[in-house]
């Protein structure tokens, strides 16, 4: 095996390994059926419990990764043992990866871009829009990308930026899955506090 095909089921071994373990949060919600109850992608969406339930879906494939990347990682050793060395080292380093960074979240990194606190926020809000004690009497809260707003009356009731939420994406196939692979689920856009 020459150094470059070597580097090549590196590479590919590593693209394996860094998907599998997001297929869960990258497929399983995105299918029209299942978004029936939401505006289709870039829109605000409607504080309800099916967004609140929406939210617990996606904190649940996000955490399902933890189970599927035991795949890759076996299948590395397996294959760094009896198979093509290279290609089992990528597959070893990128599911390791994954799992140290997942890891960490636990011992206090960053949080997941799903989490029980989110859900809970989100339930809060709308039961405080439902009882007309929130900000004004016609309250319909809606989740945008920068946060939560009454279109009613134009409140700000939340600065929590909106992650990505399992609906099919309005970019173009290869793009949408490219993004998501990027930000990983988590808001695409830099909060204004963090810009200073
Ligand atoms: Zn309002």
Redesign the pocket.
């Known amino acids: 095996m020459s150094f470059l095909t070597g580097v090549g089921y590196f590479f590919i071994g590593g693209c394996i390994a860094h998907m599998l373990p997001r297929f869960p949060f990258l497929l399983m919600s995105r299918t029209k059926g299942f978004n029936t109850r939401f505006p289709s992608h870039p829109e605000a969406i409607p504080l309800s419990p099916y967004l609140t339930q929406r939210v617990l879906h996606m904190r649940m494939f996000y955490w399902m990764g933890l189970i599927v990347v035991f795949l890759p990682l076996i299948l590395g050793l397996v294959s760094v043992r009896w198979g093509n060395a290279a290609f089992g080292f990528g597959l070893w380093i990128a599911s390791g990866w994954y799992l140290l960074n997942r890891l960490q979240s636990l011992i206090g990194g960053q949080t997941p871009p799903w989490t029980k606190e989110m859900a809970l926020e989100l339930q809060i809000l709308a039961n405080l829009?439902e009882e007309s004690g929130?900000?004004?009497n016609?309250?319909?809260?809606y989740w945008q990308v920068a946060g939560i707003v009454?279109v009613?009356?134009?409140?700000k009731l939340s600065n929590m930026p909106r992650p990505d939420l399992g609906r099919k994406r309005s970019e173009r196939r290869p793009l949408g899955f490219f993004r998501l692979l990027v930000s990983d689920g988590y808001p695409m856009l830099t909060m204004p506090e963090e810009e200073e």
């Open positions: 829009a929130g900000c004004c016609w309250a319909s809260p009454c009613n009356c134009n409140t």
